[in-house]
């Protein structure tokens, strides 16, 4: 199915531990987005990405890190998790000025 | 830089009465604007926008939006809501050219009241 997917759906880790979020998207679509929704904060951009191999830090960057080396996958990685990375995670691509998110991806860390 | 406010946190409303969700935005370069809206647990999916030419938007589910350059303000309104119309609305800003980064706000938590 054409779409924007995002995996795990839930997910519970331990501070201190890598994990990986994944973003598929079929449309080819040049940018994608990474945001993280929290209360009281909205969404706020983590990293986003022009095209393949061209990645640039949002508003809230700090512990995570990006790659694209395909144009339709966009995985994002907390490399040592902490208790303030607890969140959900939505993934993003642009088609034209709209944006199209993923369902999601509720992270615990405990 | 760009912001977006949006000063009400929860709007509570009884079915079938017009809603207005309030929206003010900051930016010293011109902005496409924005409203999305968010079902519970599920992504954020675009309402309407505003990119240039007329001011008054409308959108799907019958919501307008009205855009304001002098007093900076993007408000969402529908004349009659419905149950089904309960989710978080976000207004959001970008500027019109570059990366066209979206900067969103903080969410609005309609509650339609039977």
């Known amino acids: 199915d054409a779409g924007i997917t995002q995996s795990p759906r839930y997910k519970i880790t331990e501070t201190g531990r890598q994990v990986t979020l994944m973003c598929h998207q079929t449309?080819?679509?040049?940018?994608m987005f990474w945001y993280r929704q929290d209360l009281g904060h909205g969404l706020r951009l983590i990293y986003y990405?022009?095209?393949?191999?061209?990645?640039d830090k949002g508003e809230v960057p700090d512990g995570y890190v990006v790659s694209r080396s395909k144009t339709e996958n966009f995985p994002l990685t907390l490399e040592s998790a902490t208790r303030s990375q607890t969140s959900v995670y939505f993934c993003a691509s642009r088609g034209g000025e709209k944006l199209f998110f993923g369902s999601g991806t509720q992270l615990s860390v405990l | 830089a760009q912001s977006v406010t949006q000063l009400d946190s929860q709007v509570p409303v009884f079915e079938e009465a017009p809603v207005e969700l309030r929206c003010n935005y900051s930016?010293?370069?011109?902005?496409?604007l924005f409203w999305y809206v968010q079902y519970p647990n599920q992504g954020l999916q675009l309402l309407l926008k505003y990119l240039s030419g007329s001011t008054l938007v409308k959108g799907i589910n019958g919501f307008e939006a009205e855009f304001n350059k002098s007093q900076t303000s993007f408000h969402l309104r529908k004349p009659s809501v419905h149950i089904s119309d309960t989710a978080e609305y976000f207004c959001a800003v970008s500027d019109s050219g570059g990366y066209q980064k979206v900067t969103f706000g903080t969410g609005t938590k309609l509650q339609v009241i039977p």
């Open positions: 990405s022009a095209a393949a191999d061209i990645t």
């Open positions: 930016s010293s370069v011109s902005v496409y």
């Open positions: 449309w080819s679509h040049s940018y």
